[in-house]
């Protein structure tokens, strides 16, 4: 929760594709189904009717929690979910040290060291993002993410922190001020971007460029922070020099 009295500059950070190379809750769900056969034929099961689902916005919490409940079928509530989180996190530690992107953390500590109010608003499961933050010094930092409940014997999505909802979360949290910069690479956050003093495009993917430019103040930075196979102008910290926030 932030602070009572003068609140600095709200900066929020996506997490996914922006933070870190990928979607962090599909790996970690994919780890999770994995881990028994009959979960694996589970979701091979649901596939056909709940993954053309994810593809689509107004559809996509109903699928992605078609696959949260293969992986979770068994689990008595969000508490054991979090410790295979840790359980998760402690096994692939090297890998998802791998996917963090550099350029990104340099940006998210200046923000820090100038004193601004940082947020982490992410789609995935708020332990999963403290537990990754935690590898490079950020477990402190607040984390706004998806909530799950019980479902059907396992766990499903109960508030998916996700385009409009991912604003309604944050100020649920207590982040109440105006959003100052907010860093994505998703069109699914384009209410997060809209409500931000600066908006910053991290990492997008090519085909959402041109919407990007379309619907964003002319000039917002279109920024590529090391992230393969996404576009955006490549920042010189890519290359080993020093990436500078947004002021």
């Known amino acids: ?30 780890w999770m189904i994995r881990r028994r056969w009959w979960r694996t034929a589970l979701a091979l099961l649901l596939a056909p009717l709940f993954g053309p689902m994810v593809a689509y916005q107004p559809t996509r919490r109903v699928g992605i929690s078609g696959f949260v409940w293969a992986g979770t079928v068994g689990l008595r509530g969000p508490r054991e979910l979090d410790a295979l989180i840790d359980r998760y996190v402690a096994l692939h530690a090297e890998q998802i040290r791998a996917r963090l992107l550099p350029v990104a953390l340099a940006v998210f500590q200046q923000h820090r060291v100038a004193g601004d ?38 766990l499903g999505a109960a508030r998916h922190c996700h385009f409009q909802m991912k604003m309604t979360m944050l100020r649920e949290a207590g982040f109440t001020a105006p959003v100052a910069v907010a860093y994505s690479d998703s069109s699914a956050d384009l209410p997060l971007l809209l409500a931000a003093e600066r908006p910053v495009v991290v990492n ?40 500078q926030r947004v002021p």
Not at 19 to 29: V, W
Not at 207 to 235: K, Q, S, Y
């Open 1 to 30: 929760m932030p602070a009572a009295g003068d609140t600095p500059p709200l900066v929020v950070f996506d997490f996914d594709h922006t933070l870190y190379d990928g979607d962090s809750g599909s790996h970690l769900f994919a």
């Open 117 to 154: 109010q940082v947020v982490v608003a992410t789609g995935a499961p708020p332990e999963l993002a403290r537990a990754i933050l935690a590898f490079v010094a950020h477990e402190d930092v607040p984390v706004v993410g998806t909530l799950v409940g019980p479902r059907l014997g396992g």
């Open 204 to 243: 997008p993917k090519q085909a959402n460029v041109a919407m990007f430019r379309n619907v964003l103040p002319a000039g917002t930075p279109i920024l590529n922070w090391g992230c393969p196979g996404r576009a955006g102008e490549p920042v010189p910290g890519s290359a080993g020099g020093a990436p």
